[in-house]
């Protein structure tokens, strides 16, 4: 529900953060609001867009001080802590895109998203990707970029899950490191919070594992989607891929 109304306290649960950190992102980063008196009130699918660009440029311990937090807070929804096996399966998982440019790059997989039916309207889809990408970059360093909607529409997948394509070709995705981008994952959640915290737990996985070396050399879809299972069990386990390595060896 993109244009929910929410107050400065359900915000900052929403965010995992506490009032005073919200009195400060208000004055020093452009969080977007709307002033009703002297109160300020937030539209939720403006919070969803601003704090996804700022997941993506969080560093390592504001990210994972946010990843424990959601990794809390989504488990009134969920079972299980792991998000790999339910909203990743292998035949969504494509490592021979011949797109060659970020238009092309963005169309490829929302037309591949489009292929598994759970997506009600993919022409909607696109526009809402392109525009968040309009808002900033989904491209991290490393080559790996996160493509998701502007807004988040409770009935517009057939539930949540994930989407992986590789480039045979690199692609400029405008990574703040200015290298090229070749892993494309697109997020279809249903849940706003699930979004984020997938947002979250990506970066995780990146940052904390060798997954983007891994990925950028899997030779299938099968390798690739046990790749992001065992670098999501690492990272939920708080060890570095050698110390995992060394316990299970």
Same mark, same amino acid.
């Given at each position: 529900?993109?244009? @929910?109304?929410?107050?400065? #306290? ?6 995992? +953060? &506490?009032? =005073?950190? !919200?009195?400060?992102? $208000? ?47 989504? @488990?009134?929804?969920?079972? #299980? ?6 909203? +990743? &399966?292998? =035949?969504? !998982?494509?490592?021979? $895109? ?152």
């Amino acid at each position: 529900m993109p244009h @929910r109304t929410l107050s400065f #306290e359900e915000v900052a649960d929403y965010l995992h +953060l &506490r009032p =005073e950190d !919200i009195h400060r992102l $208000l004055k020093t980063a452009d969080m977007p609001h709307q002033m009703r008196g002297n109160r300020p009130v937030f539209l939720r699918g403006d919070i969803d867009a601003w704090a996804s660009c700022r997941i993506l440029g969080l560093p390592d311990r504001r990210l994972t001080a946010f990843h424990e937090q959601s990794t809390a807070q989504i @488990r009134h929804i969920r079972d #299980e802590d792991a998000l790999m096996p339910e909203l +990743l &399966r292998t =035949e969504y !998982i494509k490592l021979d $895109l011949a797109s060659r440019t970020k238009s092309a790059v963005i169309r490829d997989m929302v037309d591949f998203a489009a292929t598994t039916g759970r997506v009600y309207d993919p022409k909607a889809l696109l526009a809402s990707v392109q525009e968040r990408e309009e808002l900033c970059t989904t491209a991290l360093p490393g080559g790996m970029a996160l493509l998701h909607a502007r807004h988040h529409e409770e009935y517009a997948f057939d539930g949540s899950f994930l989407l992986l394509g590789r480039t045979i070709a690199t692609i400029p995705f405008g990574a703040c490191d200015g290298g090229h981008t070749r892993l494309f994952f697109l997020l279809c959640c249903q849940d706003d919070q699930l979004h984020l915290h997938t947002l979250a737990r990506l970066c995780m996985m990146a940052s904390k594992t060798d997954l983007l070396a891994q990925l950028w050399h899997a030779p299938d879809a099968d390798s690739a989607h046990a790749i992001l299972g065992e670098c999501e069990q690492t990272t939920l386990l708080g060890k570095k891929p050698e110390e995992a390595e060394a316990e299970t060896g």
